[in-house]
C-alpha cells in the first residue's frame, strides 16, 4: 500500500491538516531535540494509555500485574533516568499470557489489539532513543502540551459510553501522529525521513483498530461522537498554541 493509500481515510478522518506554520516550526533545527523528545514520551503514553484501557477493562488481576512488569524498564528509563536504552528491545515482551477476564464484556479482540499496539509503540519508543543517541540529542523532562488533556476532558463518565470515547480518542492521536510524520517526512534529512515514513502503516493500523473497537463497542452509530471529538481536535490542532510540542497547535 502507497503512502498515499494510507493515508487517504486519515485525511477524511481528521476535520483539519495540520497547519503550515507548525510544519516551518518543526523543521527549524533549533526544534529537532523537542520534536524527538515529545515524540519517545508521546510512544510511552501511547503504550501506557492502552494497557490501561486492557488493566481496566478487560483483565483480571495476574494479567493486569504483567503488563504492568512489561512497562516498568521503560518507565524507569523516562521517570527515574535508571537503565540501559540499548537494552530495552530484551524487556519489549510479555512474561504470561494475558487472558479476559470472567466478568469482562469487552472479549479478546480489545486484548489482543491493544497488545500488539503496546508491542509496537515500544519498539518506536526504542527506535527514537536510537535517533536521539545519532542525533546527539539527550533525554530531558517537558512538560505536557494541551492536545491529549484537551481530548480526554470531553469523555463521557459513565460506561459504556465512557470506553468508546477514550477508543474514538485513541483513533484521533494516532491518526493525526500518522498525518505529522507524513508532513515532517519530506522536510528533515533522509536518515529522519525514512524513520517517519516507516511509522506510517502501524499508525494508520493502530487509528483503524480503535476506530473498530469503538464501533464493535459501542454497537450503535457512534458518526455523531465522532464528529463531536473531530471538531475538538481540529480547534486543538489549529488555533493558536504557545507550547510548541508534536501534537501542539498553531505556533502563536
Not at 519508543?125 to 476532558?153: H, N, W
Request: hydrophobic share 40%; aromatic share 10%.
Amino acid at each position: 500500500m502507497s503512502t498515499q493509500e494510507l493515508l487517504t481515510p486519515i485525511l477524511s478522518f481528521l476535520k483539519c491538516p495540520t497547519p503550515q506554520a507548525w510544519i516551518d516550526e518543526a523543521i527549524k533545527k533549533e526544534n529537532l531535540a523537542i520534536i524527538l523528545i515529545d515524540h519517545l514520551i508521546c510512544e510511552l503514553k501511547a503504550a501506557q494509555s492502552a494497557m490501561f484501557l486492557i488493566r481496566k477493562y478487560a483483565v483480571d488481576k495476574e494479567s493486569a500485574n504483567a503488563l504492568l512488569a512489561w512497562l516498568e524498564p521503560f518507565e524507569t528509563f523516562i521517570y527515574k533516568r535508571e537503565g540501559d536504552w540499548r537494552e530495552l528491545p530484551l524487556k519489549n515482551k510479555l512474561t504470561k499470557a494475558v487472558i479476559p477476564k470472567s466478568d469482562s464484556k469487552y472479549g479478546q479482540d480489545l486484548i489482543d489489539k491493544m497488545v500488539v499496539l503496546i508491542k509496537e509503540e515500544l519498539h518506536h519508543f526504542y527506535q527514537v532513543l536510537e535517533i536521539m543517541d545519532e542525533y546527539g540529542v539527550e533525554y530531558r523532562s517537558i512538560t505536557p502540551c494541551r492536545y491529549a488533556k484537551g481530548m480526554l476532558r470531553n469523555v463521557k463518565t459513565f460506561e459504556p459510553d465512557a470506553l468508546v470515547d477514550k477508543l474514538i480518542v485513541g483513533a484521533f492521536i494516532e491518526a493525526r501522529s500518522c498525518e505529522r510524520f507524513a508532513m515532517l517526512a519530506p522536510h528533515v534529512d533522509k536518515r529522519l525521513g525514512d524513520f517517519y515514513l516507516s511509522l506510517l502503516r502501524s499508525e494508520a493500523r493502530h487509528y483503524q483498530d480503535y476506530l473498530t473497537l469503538a464501533e464493535e463497542i459501542s454497537g450503535q452509530d457512534i458518526s455523531e461522537r465522532i464528529q463531536f471529538f473531530a471538531e475538538i481536535e481540529a480547534d486543538l490542532i489549529s488555533s493558536p498554541d504557545n507550547d510548541f510540542k508534536f501534537h501542539s497547535g498553531s505556533p502563536a
